[in-house]
C-alpha cells in the first residue's frame, strides 16, 4: 500500500510569515499533485509535478519535486489570509488515469 | 457552470436503508472517480471508470458499495444496508485523459449521514 505522509499536520502563522510543508514517501510516483480545499468544496488542483527535480511556481508558491520521485514540498512566501485552507498533495503510481493516493493533509490558517 | 456537479449535496439516512449519490461529469472527461473523505482526512480512492466500465474498482470497501455509469456520462454511486461509518462526504472527479499527469477536476461532493 502506498502511502503519503504530510506535515504539519496543522500549521498556523501570522500574514506575511513563509511557510512550508511536506509531503513524503517511499513508494516512487509517475506524478505527484497538490491540491487545496476549502470546507463544503471539493479540492482544486493547483500544480501538478511529474519531473523528479522540478520547480514549478504559481505566484507566492513554489513547489518542489524531489529528485527520487517520492516526496515534494510547497513553501509560500510571504503569506496572506486567502491561503487559509486544506493543502492535499496526491500521488499517481501508474503514469495514466489511476486513482490518486491522498496524503492527509496540512489545515494551514494564516491569521491577519 | 461547467464543473463536475453531485447531487444531492447533503443526505442523511437511517442506518439499514439504501442510498444513492449521483455526479455529472465535466462534458467531454471520459474517466470518472469516486473518493470518499472522512473527518480530517484526505480523500481516499473508491473506484475509476473509463467510460462506461470500471477500470478499478480496488477501492470499494466490501459488497454493500456498488456503482454505474451506464452510459459514460452521469455516474451513480450506490450503498446498501448503510452504516454508521459510511458518514462521510463522497467525491467525485472526472478528467481527460491521455492526461499524462492525470489531472483530476473535483466536484463539491455529497456529504452522507447515517443515523
Known amino acids: 500500500t502506498q502511502l503519503l505522509e504530510q506535515s504539519p499536520q496543522f500549521l498556523s502563522i501570522q500574514e506575511g510569515e513563509n511557510l512550508t510543508v511536506y509531503c513524503n514517501s517511499s513508494?516512487?510516483?509517475?506524478?505527484l499533485q497538490w491540491y487545496r480545499q476549502e470546507p463544503g468544496e471539493g479540492p482544486v488542483l493547483l500544480v501538478t509535478?511529474?519531473?523528479?527535480?522540478e520547480v514549478k511556481k504559481l505566484k507566492r508558491l513554489t513547489f518542489q519535486f524531489g529528485d527520487a520521485r517520492k516526496d515534494s514540498s510547497l513553501h509560500i512566501t510571504a503569506a496572506q489570509t486567502g491561503d487559509t485552507g486544506l493543502y492535499l498533495c496526491?500521488?499517481?503510481?501508474?503514469?495514466?488515469?489511476?486513482?490518486?493516493?491522498f496524503g492527509k493533509g496540512t489545515h494551514l490558517i494564516i491569521q491577519p | 457552470g461547467a464543473g463536475v456537479s453531485q447531487t444531492p449535496s447533503n443526505k442523511v439516512t437511517e442506518k439499514g436503508k439504501y442510498v444513492e449519490l449521483r455526479c455529472d461529469p465535466i462534458?467531454?472527461?471520459?474517466?470518472l472517480y469516486w473518493y470518499r473523505q472522512s473527518l480530517g482526512q484526505g480523500p481516499e480512492f473508491l473506484i475509476y471508470?473509463?467510460?462506461?466500465?470500471?477500470?478499478?474498482d480496488s477501492g470499494l470497501p466490501n459488497d454493500r458499495f456498488f456503482a454505474v455509469r451506464p452510459e459514460g456520462s452521469v455516474s451513480t454511486l450506490k450503498i446498501q444496508r448503510t452504516e454508521r461509518g459510511d458518514s462521510a462526504v463522497y467525491l467525485c472527479?472526472?478528467?481527460?485523459?491521455?492526461?499524462?499527469?492525470?489531472?483530476?477536476?473535483f466536484g463539491p461532493g455529497t456529504r452522507l449521514t447515517v443515523l
Open positions: 472527479a472526472s478528467s481527460s485523459p491521455p492526461a499524462g499527469s492525470n489531472e483530476q477536476f
Open positions: 513508494s516512487v510516483f509517475s506524478s
Open positions: 509535478v511529474v519531473t523528479g527535480g
Open positions: 496526491a500521488g499517481d503510481s501508474g503514469g495514466g488515469a489511476d486513482g490518486l493516493t
Open positions: 462534458s467531454g472527461h471520459t474517466a
Open positions: 471508470f473509463q467510460g462506461t466500465g470500471a477500470a478499478d
